[in-house]
């Protein structure tokens, strides 16, 4: 049974093709139903996770990826269909990057990578599924006030920006003690 977050972790990649596809077609009342799904299961299987303590290390890893890989692939796909600016995804994808190299790095420097993520990146997350939903119900079911498409846009800009800038700090902040911890 501890299993069951990370099999719906992988059901969550797996989603992540047929979502594409139906974005690349318009499908929007159908992709915003599996993206919906896709939400939900995120947030099932960090709930059983956490209340039966089915946490895994691989669970630490699959979960964000999940997340990461849904996420890249939907700003990617609406940027190519010109439903978003290409810089909006170029952005979400530019702080992924900009993560995984600083994670990678740190690692390579300190052999000492413990995968937590910051609340500003949970926050980031969350606003991006948000903004997704939104822009989703927007062209499948009711179209929503422009000045509010904005605002949400903005919100995951700024905290793109910010998530970002908090995971450079971190690791800087973290790598100096390691480097007094390691001359003493």
């Known amino acids: ?12 990649i797996i989603l992540v093709l047929p979502i594409a596809y139906l974005l690349l077609n318009e499908a929007w009342v159908q992709a915003l139903t599996l993206i919906f799904i ?15 303590h089915w946490q895994s290390e691989l ?14 692939i939907i700003f990617v796909t609406l940027a190519y269909r010109d439903v978003i600016p290409d810089w909006l995804a170029f952005l979400v ?36 599924i948000v903004f997704v939903l939104a822009l989703m119900y ?6 929503l006030p422009q000045t509010f498409m904005l605002l949400l846009q903005a919100l995951v800009v700024i905290m793109v920006m910010y998530s970002g800038f908090k995971y450079v700090i971190c690791w800087t902040s973290y790598y100096k003690k390691f480097r007094i911890k390691k001359t003493q």
């Open 1 to 12: 049974m501890h299993h069951i977050p990370n099999i719906i972790s992988i059901l969550r």
């Open 38 to 52: 896709a939400g939900i299961s995120d947030a099932l299987d960090g709930f059983l996770a956490r209340t039966f």
């Open 59 to 72: 669970g630490s890893i699959l979960d964000p990826i999940a997340d990461k890989l849904l996420l890249v």
């Open 93 to 128: 994808i530019a702080r992924d990057v900009l993560i995984l190299g600083g994670a990678i790095s740190y690692q390579w420097l300190t052999q000492d990578l413990k995968i937590e993520p910051l609340l500003s990146s949970k926050i980031n997350t969350a606003l991006q």
């Open 138 to 143: 927007h062209l499948a079911i009711l179209q």
